[in-house]
């Protein structure tokens, strides 16, 4: 009992360490393209860029995946910088989930695995695509969705700007001197109300902000530089915990899971599914070699449960579950999970009896 024991921890520990040693390098890239997006990108005009539409901007955001390579552990970072930087829900859960599948090097991977069943290539895109957009879409109903969000990443996200009555549009489009209040002469630029110097982030010679510039990126400075390595030091202290935490307990349960049960069910068009999206949190592989994986079951699952494996993995594991939990409360987390469940069962059932 001793050497079996002590064989399933040393494989517990192997499995742990190859997960962080897979992860790492995705969820460094991540917090680079965070730090990028705070230090670089003009959150204004990256916002206004995005379709108010709340479906548009579902899609948007599971589109521009394609533009960021990361993995499940490096999309985190990006998407809460997205919702600390004004993004609208839609666009960054649309990220948040589809930009481990919809970028080049997973779909690179998967053709490369699936060569010669290319349907799964295709498949995965577009099953992840629309999981992906729905999942935000639906998210878009929550107006406020500072409920649902961690309490950090809820003090970050700008405040939404109330709508002005007649008579507000009215004073704001009245010159200072002519409002009512007391306001404080002199200073570069005309009149400036005193109330303005009672808030903490009012700087008089603003001028990166106040200033009319075309491109969506900041300057690089010295400023902007320390600011990123402050950012990716930061992101990395609170992330790092979380995912060798959830990367632990990835390990652990993927030891402990009875594999000869998961495949005596990989040839019902019900079962198969299940069982694949269960295998899919619980090895918390990364995306980009996912597809290796899940070619290993392709002569005993169905078709439709390794796109299940393929879709649904990506977007809900183990270690993604706890990155999550920096961005979202439990109950949220708990929402996202289901949703994912319930759409990839669906499209993937579909494709099992389509082919059965």
Same mark, same amino acid.
């Given at each position: 009992?001793?050497?079996?024991?002590? /064989?399933?921890?040393? /494989?517990?520990?192997?499995?742990?360490?190859?997960?962080?040693?897979? =992860?790492?390098?995705?969820?460094?890239?991540?917090?680079?393209?965070?730090?990028?997006?705070?230090?670089?990108?003009?959150?204004?005009?990256?916002?206004?860029?995005?379709?108010?539409?709340?479906?548009?901007?579902?899609?948007?955001?599971?589109?521009?995946?394609?533009?960021?390579?990361?993995?499940?552990?490096?999309?985190?970072?990006?998407?809460?910088?997205?919702?600390?930087?004004?993004?609208?829900?839609?666009?960054?859960?649309?990220?948040?989930? =589809?930009?481990? #599948?919809?970028?080049?090097?997973?779909?690179?991977?998967?053709? !490369?695995?699936? +060569?010669?069943?290319?349907?799964?290539?295709?498949?995965?895109?577009?099953?992840?695509?629309?999981?992906?957009?729905?999942?935000?879409?639906?998210?878009?109903?929550?107006?406020?969705?500072?409920?649902?969000?961690?309490?950090?990443?809820?003090?970050?996200?700008?405040?939404?700007?109330?709508?002005?009555?007649?008579?507000?549009?009215?004073?704001? /489009?009245?010159?200072?001197?002519?409002?009512?209040? !007391?306001?404080?002469?002199?200073?570069?630029? @005309? =009149?400036?109300?005193?109330?303005?110097?009672?808030?903490?982030?009012?700087?008089?010679?603003? !001028?990166?902000? #106040?200033?009319?510039?075309?491109?969506?990126?900041?300057?690089?400075?010295?400023?902007?530089?320390?600011?990123?390595?402050?950012?990716?030091?930061?992101?990395? +202290?609170?992330?790092?915990?979380?995912?060798?935490? @959830?990367?632990?307990?990835?390990?652990?349960?993927?030891?402990?899971?009875? +594999?000869?049960?998961?495949?005596?069910?990989?040839?019902?068009?019900?079962?198969?599914?299940?069982?694949?999206?269960?295998?899919?949190?619980?090895?918390?592989?990364?995306?980009?070699?996912?597809?290796?994986?899940?070619?290993?079951?392709?002569?005993?699952?169905?078709?439709?449960?390794?796109?299940?494996?393929?879709?649904?993995?990506?977007?809900?594991?183990?270690?993604?579950?706890?990155?999550?939990?920096?961005?979202?409360?439990?109950?949220?987390?708990?929402?996202?999970?289901?949703?994912?469940?319930?759409? #990839?069962?669906?499209?993937?059932?579909?494709? /099992?009896?389509?082919?059965?």
């Amino acid at each position: 009992m001793q050497p079996a024991l002590t /064989n399933q921890l040393n /494989n517990a520990f192997t499995l742990f360490l190859s997960l962080l040693v897979e =992860a790492i390098p995705f969820l460094l890239l991540g917090v680079l393209f965070s730090g990028l997006l705070l230090g670089f990108v003009d959150e204004r005009k990256l916002v206004s860029r995005i379709p108010r539409n709340p479906l548009l901007g579902a899609l948007m955001g599971s589109s521009i995946g394609f533009l960021f390579p990361v993995c499940e552990c490096g999309n985190v970072p990006v998407a809460r910088r997205l919702l600390m930087q004004g993004v609208p829900a839609p666009a960054a859960i649309g990220f948040l989930l =589809a930009a481990p #599948t919809i970028n080049p090097v997973v779909i690179w991977a998967t053709w !490369t695995a699936f +060569r010669d069943q290319p349907e799964i290539v295709v498949l995965r895109v577009v099953f992840s695509l629309v999981t992906a957009t729905i999942i935000g879409w639906v998210f878009s109903a929550q107006t406020d969705l500072r409920p649902l969000l961690h309490p950090s990443v809820a003090r970050a996200i700008p405040l939404p700007k109330p709508e002005l009555s007649e008579k507000e549009l009215v004073q704001a /489009n009245t010159p200072l001197l002519l409002q009512s209040g !007391t306001f404080m002469l002199g200073q570069p630029g @005309g =009149a400036v109300p005193i109330e303005s110097l009672l808030q903490d982030d009012w700087k008089p010679l603003q !001028t990166e902000k #106040t200033s009319k510039r075309s491109s969506m990126f900041h300057p690089v400075s010295k400023e902007r530089l320390r600011l990123l390595l402050d950012t990716m030091v930061q992101e990395l +202290r609170e992330l790092g915990g979380v995912l060798v935490i @959830g990367s632990a307990i990835a390990a652990i349960i993927q030891v402990g899971t009875p +594999r000869e049960l998961i495949l005596n069910l990989g040839q019902g068009p019900v079962s198969s599914i299940l069982a694949m999206l269960l295998l899919a949190a619980v090895v918390s592989i990364c995306s980009t070699v996912d597809a290796f994986f899940a070619l290993s079951f392709a002569s005993t699952f169905t078709s439709g449960s390794l796109l299940a494996f393929l879709v649904f993995g990506p977007m809900i594991d183990l270690k993604g579950i706890g990155l999550m939990l920096s961005i979202f409360k439990g109950r949220a987390v708990v929402y996202l999970i289901v949703l994912a469940a319930q759409l #990839t069962f669906l499209m993937t059932l579909a494709v /099992n009896l389509h082919l059965g």
